[in-house]
């Protein structure tokens, strides 16, 4: 994101191992303000389809931390396959316990209420297809897939666009943007 000119500090373009002072220095992304409060790293991501969510690959083959500063060592909250596209988060927050993490990406349990597959409806059709919108409540290993299949149908594109109260909106596909400090709250608060 540097190299391609998409961080500025204080109005500037940022450059590779640049130091800046919290609460001092003003820092975008994207032309979006960076709340510098916390320590910890929360990035959202649009992964697009033939991307690893791993943070490397012995057959070479893309990740989604490639293309991220070598200071920056986030982690991939939850996961979705290789062919899959959609919001990803990514943290240096080793807070959570990686099953409350696995919690996170299977859905949740948020005052008393369970999060579950309510709502299975057709969106559009057409001789060959349909675009069929899905809420989930587990997540496990290529669920959907999986589930289609069973009923002898085939997945062609597969995208997730919510998690929580968090939507992947405007965001380019393969381009990444800082959580904010809500976002971060509300995250921590519905994983505790």
Known sequence: MIDAGEVAVNGEPARRGQQVTPGVDQVRIQGRLVELAAERAYLMMNKPTGVLTSVGDRRGRPTVTDDLPTELRLFPVGRLDFQSRGLLLLTDDGEPE??????LARGLVIAGERFEPIDARVLSTD????????VLHE?????IRRLWQALGYRVLDLQRVRI?????????????????????????????
Request: charged share 35%; net charge positive.
């Open 127 to 134: 001789a060959k297809t349909a675009r069929i919108a899905m």
């Open 98 to 103: 990686p099953a409350t993490l696995r919690r």
């Open 164 to 192: 929580d109260g968090l939507h992947l909106g405007t965001l380019k596909e393969g381009k990444r943007r800082p959580l904010t400090a809500a976002e971060v709250a509300r995250l921590k608060a519905a994983v505790s």
């Open 139 to 143: 997540g496990r290993k290529r669920e």
